[in-house]
């Protein structure tokens, strides 16, 4: 019982806790990952705490539980076994050692993309991962340490960092190829297609797939097409192995082939093992005698074996018999010990090709060398490098600072015009007085400048091409002055005489002086001006006079008629009318009063006396005399008792003036001498430093100063005014004497160093100096010699070294052992090979080293060559003939041979592909043609001689400038064409055997630049104003065009004219009007109609009439006053009246005097001024007679007010002198004065206003027609190319000064070229790679190869014209005869039948770029090849090796995209395919989520006749059937339409309502069991029946209601009411 009681306590207790676990269960399993959330994080480890450095101490870090969303919490949190280690122990560090070790980071490796997943679509970039390398180095040696020890000191770099990639760029292939034919034509056999690889996947992109596609040839049948019972259904094939390495005899051979048919437990034959004997011997494949210098050129001859074995179609092995074969198969041949190239020991380093610190920090080199020895042969490791290359003083702080190359200019050549003149100028015949602008040029040479350059050496002049920088200016514009430009105004009017100096009178004879003034200003020299001054000699000389200022009315004595006096005053006057002091007048003064005569009435009043007419002649010759005149006027005639008047001569009085003879005197200078030292100061001259511009001092200049006559000799001096002579002496600077200065001789140019070839010419030096400053003011001359040649010294002759054959030696074959122990025939006989010895061997066949003849002598002939033993069964032919005779050049000869012996009878010796019996080859020849070949050249001038004296700057300081010019620009030169010299084969051949140049020339002529032709200035057109200001014309016209590049013309007009205007000035006082006294007064006869005879003359008459005068037009001036000219050039509208009325006074009337002049008005003509007149009384009247008013006023305005002001006119042109082309300049202008009015009058009416401040003239500058100048042609370069017809050699020059200022423009042709002549071009080229065939055996390892010819080319293999094949031996020097055996074989494998393996590799894909939205960012770009998998066989596929591709990188690509392509819907499918922007179709490349739909579905399925889905997924009808839609816009059904031009009647559109998707979305009935509507959208039927009952069953409702709620006694018409009421309700509901 209590054993019951426990077992119940137990299971109780085991119940409870089972439910307590259970019922924890879930919350240790909720805790779990909730203990997982926490992690341990530690910190930096602290500094190391220890008692002293290198000891050993603690570091302590800090240690924290954290979140993993990194939030830190209690440690409890954290599972404590893995909480890390917070101290450890530790080597404090001292403070120096801190230097001794360093972190070191290698460069950031390429980026690759990360293991993180990749986001759903990559825009433009991936992320990307970058690590590097970081290692503790050791400073002092740079060795790497354990990391620990970096880490004691700093934390290391950061290994990794981010970066960005492209986005993935998948795999592109081709499209596929078409089928192949089928493996076999009967059982089961394979087609295949293959496609290649266009581009590559990059960075992450998805792999290329599969490039083969293979199907069964009978796949449209079920089963394959049997074999007829004549066909094996397997067949064989001989496999031939590799051939082994080469052995020596004595060694067993290897590879022998054993067939090992094996069997499984079920007895079925499983597999065929191959197996190899090798043997363990250790064998040396690698011959090499050491016996002496004759051993090691000798070639020892070896053995070769091969494995066999036969293969069935289904890749398994089969026995040897079952390989029937034509041939028995070779497996052992001869073959050449190989033998590795022999080399000398390196030779010393060579000297560092850099010895200076440059600016570029590039390191310099060093080489060294060793010799070729013994060549490779069969095979052995080829020969190493020769020559050897390291870089040498990187340092370049412990380097001297490099000389340096600057350009050096000479001082600048004397200013020259002549470059300016234009062709046709008349100044060419003396040019040595031209002036104005010109240009100057200096030369340019280079010098080495260095730290350690002695100051006499700093500019020796050096090869210019060594100067890198640009040619510094060599031109430059100058100005040479004028001595003849002198522009003068006309002459003054000659003035009165004067005495010499009036101050000092003396003596009674004087002088008559007119004036003329240069017209430039202060700042232009006129010491070349002619005289400006004239006098004439005069007698009574008058300096001022006495002159009447006022003057009273005549004052009577007794009465008022009679004599009385009159009060008047005198003062001085100069005799320019200025006041002057009293004294200055000789004589008294005029008497203060003087008698008078008042006439009494009915006298006869004559008026006073007017002034002297001014002198008709200044002065007198033999045949004319002046005069001058006064005349009195009659103001009233006498009455009877009255004083008469006197008779006329006595109212005119003459006398003579002018009586001095007319000859004119003048100083006449003669020009400056030159300056020289001033004797009283003691300055000398001194001799200009180099470069010195300024001068040595002052000097004196003199002149002579002689008297001359006008159109005479000299006269003497006494006859000139003193007061006008020039200055005979003046001071100058003193020009300085400068020397010639020279720079040093150049270092003598470099003498060859290699050997002289035979019979070649000795090589010569040579240097020269240049001249940097020439002479002038007798400075010292510069010295004659300034190039240099000399021979150099004597070299060596070349040596002539040469190979030396010996005869062939026997056939060597294989071994009998070695036959008989692979299986092959007793019979010593076949293929073998057969060696010669080669020495080399000087002129006198004495022993030379190897490398001597490789180097002079060229590639070493062959020594061992393919020889053949013939054997029993073998072919036998008799020897070759000899060569026949040749009939001529071109043509063959031949040779032959006989089949003898048992090869006549057999088939096989007969096929004469395999055994020619003739041969034929091209008969020697020596006829050599030549033959043009390209265009001509230019037509080439021939350059200076001399190539070192020769001038940088064209033109530059030469005498004869124009010469120089003709002749480097234009004249008679030669043009070149190339030929080339041909074999009778049409090869080409050196030039020499055509005795020709290999080129052929012609004279030719380059047309000279003509510049543009203008005539001669036309004269000066008369000015166009005759008072005042106008302008003169002169013009050019235009008489030639340029041509070949010359000057052009300037700007012309519309009439092809050029026109100079200049200002003129005509004196307003010149021409004037002349006016003549006026006659009496005529009185008008009286109007009397009787007329009377024979009575006395009438008493004369009184009263009103009329006077006259003569006028005429004067030029003021000259000589001659009175000289008239015609009135037109007076002023028409100042024309004096000829005719006047009068008053002719009765003989009681009054007299008055003539009026005075107007007296003058103010300057600024007030409103209130006045003027006025006066006349006096001479007689008075009687009776009541009265006088008329003797004063008269009127106001100054309107009548004579008006301004006068200064107008300057326009600026002239620019002029030169006479003898200047451009330059400095004169521009003018006039001065005008103008009156209110417009009118110009004399200057002297605004010298009220005071002095002009402008100024007349002011400088300019006309530019100079600069022609383009240009250097020198350089020296011919050397050939572009060493062979071919696209040699040439150039020459250049360079613009130093662009032509300005309409001067000749710059050529241009700024290089020519000429041919060099053709010399033939020799390359060993390629051949294409043999098809790969094995010899003796259907499949198996083979040797592909091609073949290395000698072909001669016009410089390149791809021609035109075509390479043509030539002899071996013109290659030999080509770097391509070093050509490696390796480089012409190359392993191959033909596949057996049912052998899986790859196809070729496809040709490399055009060149792709990396491209962003069509933009690339690299010039490198990528193509891609492949090879796919051939399968032959369904059984071996399992075998077939994986396909492979390759890129490589490539220039010169392009960008390209990729879209999807569609064709046209066929029912509900399209083809869909990835484009290329070139058209190509590929796979790949196009983005998948953008990929068009290839097959379209409607909803539901469009199974109506004549129905089909559309591309928007609706069901419509077919071409010529009309849709019937439901209402809930499905197709129900295709009607045929009735006509293509009736419109669709009685159709139910779904134009309007809700799609079929959107009606099932709102459709309430949709989740019925029951749906009311079919699949074609169609009621049901049981729909319209359960309609139908519906209908039954709510009419018999009605008629019930009807009958149980009629009411017998209700009133009739309630009753129809209610039954109306229900009625209406009933459709109501319906």
């Known amino acids: 019982m209590a054993f019951v009681r426990l077992e119940i306590t137990f299971a109780i207790s085991l119940w409870g806790f089972l439910f307590y676990v259970a019922l924890m269960t879930p919350h240790l399993r909720a805790d779990a990952p909730e203990r997982s959330q926490y992690l341990w994080k530690t910190g930096v480890w602290g500094a190391c705490v220890a008692s002293d450095c290198g000891s050993v101490g603690l570091q302590s870090r800090s240690i924290w539980c954290v979140h993993s969303d990194g939030w830190i919490t209690h440690q409890s949190n954290c599972f404590p076994s893995e909480r890390p280690a917070h101290q450890q122990v530790c080597v404090k560090t001292c403070e120096w050692q801190k230097d001794l070790f360093e972190w070191r980071s290698s460069p950031w490796g390429p980026c690759s993309l990360t293991p993180l997943p990749p986001a759903d679509r990559c825009v433009t970039a991936q992320r990307g991962v970058q690590t590097r390398d970081v290692v503790c180095m050791q400073r002092s040696n740079g060795s790497t ?25 998948d795999c592109v292939v081709s499209a596929f190829s078409h089928w192949s034919t089928c493996s076999r034509t009967c059982g089961s056999a394979l087609q295949r297609r293959t496609r290649h690889v266009l581009a590559t996947p990059l960075y992450g992109g998805a792999d290329c797939p599969g490039l083969t596609q293979t199907r069964p040839c009978n796949h449209d049948n079920s089963y394959p097409a049997l074999c007829p019972s004549d066909q094996q259904e397997y067949s064989y094939s001989l496999w031939v192995g590799p051939w082994s390495p080469c052995r020596l005899k004595g060694t067993a051979p290897v590879g022998k082939t054993t067939v090992d048919f094996s069997f499984d437990l079920d007895g079925n034959k499983a597999s065929y093992t191959i197996k190899r004997h090798t043997d363990s011997v250790h064998h040396q494949n690698h011959y090499d005698d050491k016996r002496g210098h004759k051993a090691s050129w000798e070639i020892a001859i070896g053995y070769q074996t091969r494995q066999l074995r036969c293969t069935r179609s289904d890749g398994k092995n089969a026995m040897l018999s079952l390989c029937d074969h034509d ?4 497996n052992f041949r001869s073959c050449v010990m190989p033998r590795d190239c022999t080399v000398s020991d390196w030779s010393l380093w060579s000297p560092c090709s850099k010895t200076c610190r440059t600016s570029d920090q590039s390191p310099g080199f060093r080489s060294r060398s060793r010799v070729l020895q013994r060549t490779a042969i069969g095979g052995g490791e080829p020969c190493p490098a020769l020559l050897e290359k390291a870089s040498c003083n990187i340092l370049e702080e412990t380097l001297p600072l490099c000389s340096r190359y600057e350009w050096r200019v000479t001082y600048w050549n004397p200013c020259q015009v002549t470059p300016l003149l234009s062709q046709q100028d008349h100044r060419h015949s003396n040019t040595s007085v031209l002036c104005g602008g010109g240009i100057q040029t200096r030369e340019a040479f280079c010098v080495r400048i260095h730290d350690n350059t002695t100051p006499s050496h700093i500019n020796r002049p050096v090869w210019r091409n060594l100067c890198t920088a640009p040619l510094p200016s060599l031109a430059q514009s100058c100005f040479v002055p004028c001595r003849k430009h002198c522009p003068l105004t006309p002459w003054s009017p000659w003035g009165p005489c004067l005495h010499d100096n009036c101050l000092e009178p003396q003596g009674r004879r004087g002088f008559r002086i007119r004036t003329r003034s240069v017209i430039e200003e202060s700042w232009v020299e006129s010491e070349s001006c002619p005289h400006i001054t004239e006098a004439m000699i005069c007698d009574d000389p008058v300096c ?28 001085c006057f100069s005799v320019t009318g200025e006041p002057v002091p009293s004294e200055q007048c000789p004589g008294d003064p005029p008497p203060a009063q003087q008698p008078c005569e008042r006439p009494c009435a009915g006298d006869c009043v004559l008026a006073d006396w007017s002034s002297w007419s001014l002198c008709s002649q200044f002065c007198s010759s033999k045949h004319l005399e002046g005069y001058q005149s006064r005349s009195r006027t009659l103001l009233a005639l006498p009455a009877a008792q009255g004083k008469p008047c006197p008779p006329a001569p006595e109212l005119e009085q003459w006398r003579p003036c002018g009586t001095h003879l007319c000859t004119v005197y003048f100083w006449d200078t003669s020009p400056w001498e030159t300056c020289m030292p001033d004797s009283t100061t003691g300055e000398g001259n001194g001799t200009a430093q180099m470069g010195n511009k300024f001068t040595c001092g002052t000097g004196v200049q003199t002149r002579q100063i002689t008297c001359r006559r006008a159109g005479n000799g000299h006269v003497v001096p006494k006859r000139c005014p003193e007061s006008s002579r020039p200055d005979a002496i003046r001071s100058c600077p003193l020009p300085c004497k400068t020397d010639c200065v020279v720079t040093p001789f150049s270092e003598w140019s470099h003498c060859p160093t290699s050997c002289l070839q035979v019979n070649s010419s000795a090589p010569v030096q040579s240097r020269h100096r240049i001249i940097t400053q020439r002479p002038a003011n007798g400075g010292q001359e510069c010295p004659d010699t300034l190039y240099e040649e000399r021979e150099c010294d004597p070299l060596p002759l070349c040596p002539t070294y040469r190979w030396q054959m010996h005869r062939w030696h026997q056939c060597v074959l294989v071994p009998d052992w070695v036959r008989q122990a692979v299986g092959g025939p007793s019979e010593a006989c076949g293929i073998g090979l057969e060696i010669r010895e080669v020495a080399c061997v000087g002129v006198d066949d004495s022993p030379a080293g190897m490398a001597d003849c490789v180097r002079w002598a060229g590639v070493m002939p062959v020594q061992v060559r393919e020889c053949r033993v013939p054997c029993r069964d073998e072919c036998t032919f008799t020897s070759w003939s000899r060569f026949t005779q040749c009939q001529g050049c071109g043509s063959w000869r031949t040779r032959t041979r006989s089949l003898i012996g048992r090869g006549k009878k057999r088939w096989r010796c007969q096929q004469e592909e395999l055994f020619p019996v003739l041969e034929k080859e091209a008969c020697p020849c020596d006829e050599f043609h030549s033959q043009s070949q390209g265009v001509w050249s230019a037509c080439l001038l021939t350059p200076a001689e001399n190539k070192a004296l020769r001038p940088l700057v064209q033109g530059a300081y030469q005498r004869d400038w124009q010469t120089h010019r003709r002749r480097s620009e234009c004249g008679h030169g030669k043009r070149y064409r190339a030929l080339a010299c041909l074999d009778h084969q049409g090869r080409l051949v050196e030039p020499a055997l055509c005795n020709s140049p290999g080129y052929e020339e012609e004279v030719c002529h380059v047309p000279c630049p003509t510049d543009c032709r203008l005539s001669e200035w036309s004269d000066w057109s008369a ?21 070949n590049g010359g000057r052009p013309c300037p700007k012309l007009n519309y009439k092809n004219q050029v026109s100079e205007v200049l200002p003129c000035y005509s004196d307003c006082g010149q021409y004037v009007w002349e006016l003549k006294s006026w006659s009496v007064c005529f009185i008008n006869p009286p109007n009397n109609n009787t007329t009377t005879t024979n009575t006395a003359p009438p008493l004369p008459a009184c009263g009103e009439g009329f006077r006259t005068r003569n006028i005429r037009c004067v030029k003021r001036g000259g000589l001659h006053l009175d000289e008239s000219v015609d009135d037109s050039l ?11 009325t009068c008053l002719l006074p009765c003989p009681s009337h009054c007299v008055t005097s003539e ?9 600024d003509c007030n409103d209130s001024d006045l003027r006025w007149r006066s006349r006096n009384v001479l007689r008075w009247p009687e009776g009541e007679h009265t006088c008329p008013d003797l004063n008269q006023t009127q106001p100054c305005v309107n009548i004579t007010c008006r301004k006068y002001s200064y107008v300057y006119s326009d600026w002239s042109s620019c002029q030169l002198s006479e003898y200047a082309v451009c330059g400095r300049g004169i521009k003018a202008r006039l001065l005008n004065c103008v009156r209110s009015d417009g009118k110009l009058v004399k200057l002297s009416m605004c010298e009220e206003l005071g002095p ?9 500058e006309v530019g100079c027609p600069v022609n383009c100048l240009l250097t020198e042609w350089s020296i011919w370069s050397e050939c572009s190319h060493t062979c071919g017809s696209q ?10 000064q662009p032509a300005g200022e309409g001067g000749r423009p710059c050529p241009s042709q700024l290089s020519q070229t000429r041919p060099c002549p053709i010399r033939p071009c020799y390359s060993w080229r390629l051949g294409d790679w043999s098809s790969c065939r094995v010899e003796g055996a259907d499949c198996g390892e083979s040797v592909s190869q091609r073949e290395m010819s000698c072909m001669v080319h016009w410089g390149s293999l791809s021609g035109p014209p075509q390479p043509l094949p030539v002899e071996d031996k013109w290659c030999l020097w080509n770097p391509l005869s070093k050509v490696s055996e390796m480089e012409l074989r190359q392993p191959c494998t033909v596949p057996c039948p049912g052998e899986c393996h790859l196809t070729k590799w496809s040709p490399w894909s055009s060149c792709q770029l990396l491209c962003l939205d069509g933009r690339s960012f690299e010039t490198w770009g990528r193509q891609a090849r492949s090879r796919a998998v051939v399968t032959q066989t369904s059984e071996n596929q399992d075998t077939c090796p994986s396909q492979v591709y390759e890129t490589r990188p490539c220039q010169g690509g392009s960008c390209v995209s990729y879209r999807w392509m569609s064709g046209e819907w066929r029912h509900a499918h399209r083809l869909v395919w990835c484009q290329r922007s070139d058209g190509v179709n590929v796979t790949g490349g196009c983005v998948a989520q953008n990929r068009p739909s290839a097959v379209r579905e409607c909803h539901p399925p469009c199974n109506k006749p004549f129905s089909f889905c559309t591309q928007s997924a609706v069901c419509a009808c077919e071409k010529g059937f009309t849709e019937v839609m439901t209402s809930h816009g499905f197709l129900d059904y295709c009607t045929r339409s009735p006509g293509s031009d009736q419109k669709k009647a009685d159709v139910k559109t779904s134009a309007g309502r809700l799609r079929p998707e959107h009606i099932q979305n709102t459709n309430p009935l949709k989740d019925w069991t029951l749906q009311p509507l079919g699949a074609d959208g169609r009621v049901k039927p049981w729909v319209y029946g359960l309609m139908a009952a519906g209908f039954i069953l709510i009419l018999l409702l009605i008629i019930m209601t009807f009958l149980l709620c009629k009411n017998p006694e209700d009133n009739p018409s309630s009753s129809a009411q209610k039954a109306l009421t229900l009625t209406y309700d009933m459709d109501v509901d319906m």
């Open 327 to 330: 041939n028995r198969p070779v």
């Open 145 to 169: 340490v354990n990391q620990q020890v970096c880490k004691v000191f700093s934390s290391p770099p950061e290994r990794e960092q981010a970066c960005l990639l492209p986005c993935p760029i």
């Open 1252 to 1260: 002009s401040r402008g100024k007349l003239s002011a400088p300019c």
């Open 1155 to 1163: 009026w005075s002049q107007w007296t003058r008005c103010t300057v």
């Open 1023 to 1043: 000015c166009s104003a005759s008072c005042g200001g106008g302008v003169k014309v002169r013009s050019q016209w235009l008489r030639q065009k340029p041509f």
């Open 1130 to 1140: 007076c002023d028409h509208k100042e024309q004096p009246i000829t005719a006047e």
């Open 1287 to 1296: 040699s040439h050699m150039t020459r250049s020059r360079v613009v130093v």
């Open 544 to 571: 001022a006079l006495w002159r009447v200022t006022s003057q009273g009315s005549c004052v009577h004595h007794n009465g008022s008629c009679g004599p009385g006096t009159q009060e008047q005053t005198a003062e």
